[in-house]
């Protein structure tokens, strides 16, 4: 007889390994989502972000930007130079801005023999050369002036002129204090409004001749800006470069409201451009302008030439007074450019008025380059408008600008410079720190990384009176912050916030957690089970 007997072993053996596999595979389910999925997902939505020197940049305020400037004096007397140089350091102790180092020239014998001004000039810059934005003031017994500003990096004085005076001159005209506040000044209604210069420019000069047939004016425009424009664009290159080009513009149509007013020329009139009417003026005339075909901001230089039956033109006041000086009407419009109406003489329209034949003429270059150069003066920032009673400025004879007037423009717009690319990376820094969500790449963040380094070494060289390379350090600086603040890479995320990230990754990820949920439930109920069986 055969018995059976059946034995639990192997069910319970069977549903063992089945819970072991079950929580292998939960485990790697697990593993996968949390510690591959989560850590992906976590790396690719994270905005990259290059790591910058925040608190240093939003502390670049706190060190002021200080300029130092060397001033020799020579003074036939040394105890008036000692006690000039002595009244001098305690007038600028005082100054936030400017660190001034005065030094006193002793006399060779050369120096002595001079007879006139302008030797003594010559042998004193010889015997005692200078750097660049340095200045020196030069005794001289018997000038009519209290001080006469020279063309170079000097002044002369009378021997009765005060140390009040001076520091007086040095701050209007050599150091430019007023202006240096402005940009300085954190009160907008003290600040300036003007942009500091930008590192190239085009230099557009167009000639408008709306009616060549009656006004056959004939002028070779090109040769002319060869000969004093681009020489003199290169003397001022040390900021800005410039490409210059010309046109001529014929049968152009220029919108203005003119009036006749009688007089005693032989046309029996003229005719008046209202001051108030200039802008629309420039309106018309900047559509009949060819665009810049770069991205360089231009300054136009026009030269109206006006038709016989409107010419010749006049700008007057709203006063009804006429404003043409020295039998020229200008005006410029910073920062679009300048204007200048060159009127046809008045034999000319004469013919043109009377039915004649045309009578070809030529314009004039050495009027009409004068009043250009004195505009791109303007234009540009270089003069110095500011005027001081007892003190002179000699005429520019030289194409090229004053020396001490060139490098008061170097150093303020090297200070310009500073506070605009410091204010740029202060502002982008705060914006970046504001919106988390902002890309900040390589590229980006190496602009903002030099900028910041040339900011600081740019301060150093202002300090160490070193203009050349503050000027050039500075520049790269503005460059630079203004190339990171304006990076297309920082908009690449910036209409895409963490709220629509997570509004879009919720309803992917939320379905993928249950199952991960529930997993982790049924493997703490897996292993309480066997807990449960150990212990009994």
């Not at 005006?331 to 045309?358: R, Y």
């Not at 000699?394 to 500073?418: G, K, M, N, S």
């Not at 993928?512 to 066997?530: D, E, G, H, K, Y």
């Amino acid at each position: 007889m055969e018995t059976t007997s059946s034995s639990p072993f192997k069910p319970r053996q069977k549903d063992k390994d089945e819970d072991k596999f079950r929580i292998w595979a939960t485990i790697a389910f697990i593993v996968v989502i949390i510690g591959i999925g989560v850590p992906m997902w976590w790396h690719t939505t994270t905005v990259y972000r290059v790591n910058l020197p925040s608190s240093d940049i939003l502390s670049l305020s706190e060190t002021p930007i200080k300029t130092t400037v060397q001033v020799a004096i020579y003074t036939k007397e040394l105890s008036r130079g000692q006690l000039l140089i002595g009244e001098l350091e305690s007038a600028f102790s005082d100054s936030e801005i400017w660190t001034l180092r005065f030094k006193q020239l002793n006399a060779t014998e050369k120096i002595l023999e001079a007879h006139t001004p302008a030797v003594l000039e010559k042998l004193l810059l010889k015997e005692h050369p200078q750097n660049l934005g340095d200045f020196m003031l030069i005794e001289w017994p018997n000038l009519q002036e209290e001080l006469l500003l020279t063309t170079e990096r000097s002044a002369l004085m009378r021997g009765d002129t005060s140390a009040n005076k001076i520091a007086q001159l040095l701050h209007s005209k050599i150091l430019q204090t007023y202006r240096i506040n402005q940009i300085l000044s954190t009160d907008e209604r003290m600040g300036t409004k003007s942009e500091a210069p930008q590192p190239a420019y085009d230099v557009i000069v167009s000639v408008l001749n709306p009616k060549p047939r009656q006004t056959h004016a004939q002028w070779n425009i090109a040769m002319a800006v060869r000969t004093y424009i681009e020489p003199w664009l290169a003397q001022v290159s040390g900021v800005s470069n410039y490409t210059v080009r010309t046109q001529w513009k014929y049968r152009v149509s220029i919108e203005a409201d003119l009036k006749q007013v009688r007089d005693q020329s032989r046309l029996g009139r003229h005719y008046a451009l209202q001051e108030s009417a200039l802008p629309h003026l420039l309106t018309s005339v900047a559509q009949n302008l060819s665009a810049s075909t770069t991205d360089k901001p231009a300054i136009n230089l026009v030269v109206y030439i006006p038709p016989c039956h409107t010419a010749p033109l006049h700008i007057y006041s709203s006063t009804n007074q006429k404003l043409t000086r020295n039998g020229v009407d200008a005006f410029i419009s910073p920062p679009w450019g300048a204007f200048i109406i060159a009127n046809p003489p008045e034999h000319v329209c004469l013919a043109a008025l009377n039915d004649q034949e045309p009578v070809p003429y030529y314009v004039s270059t050495t009027d009409n380059m004068q009043i250009m150069l004195d505009q791109l003066h303007k234009l540009l920032d270089i003069s110095s408008e500011l005027q001081m009673d007892g003190v002179k400025v000699v005429d520019i004879e030289q194409l090229e600008p004053r020396r001490w007037e060139y490098e008061a423009y170097l150093r303020r717009t090297a200070i310009r410079h500073l506070s605009t690319a410091s204010n740029t990376l202060q502002s982008l820094i705060k914006l970046l720190d504001q919106i988390s969500y902002i890309v900040i790449d390589d590229e980006v963040g190496a602009a903002i990384t030099k900028s910041y380094a040339d900011i600081l070494a740019a301060k150093a060289a202002l300090l160490e009176n070193r203009l050349a390379d503050a000027s050039a350090l500075a520049k790269r600086a503005f460059v630079a912050s203004e190339r990171g603040f304006f990076d297309p890479s920082l908009l690449a995320q910036l209409y895409f916030p963490d709220e629509q990230k997570y509004a879009i990754y919720i309803p992917l990820f939320l379905p993928i957690m249950v199952p991960v949920l529930s997993s982790f439930n049924m493997l703490r109920s897996v292993l309480q089970a066997r807990r449960k069986e150990k212990q009994s």
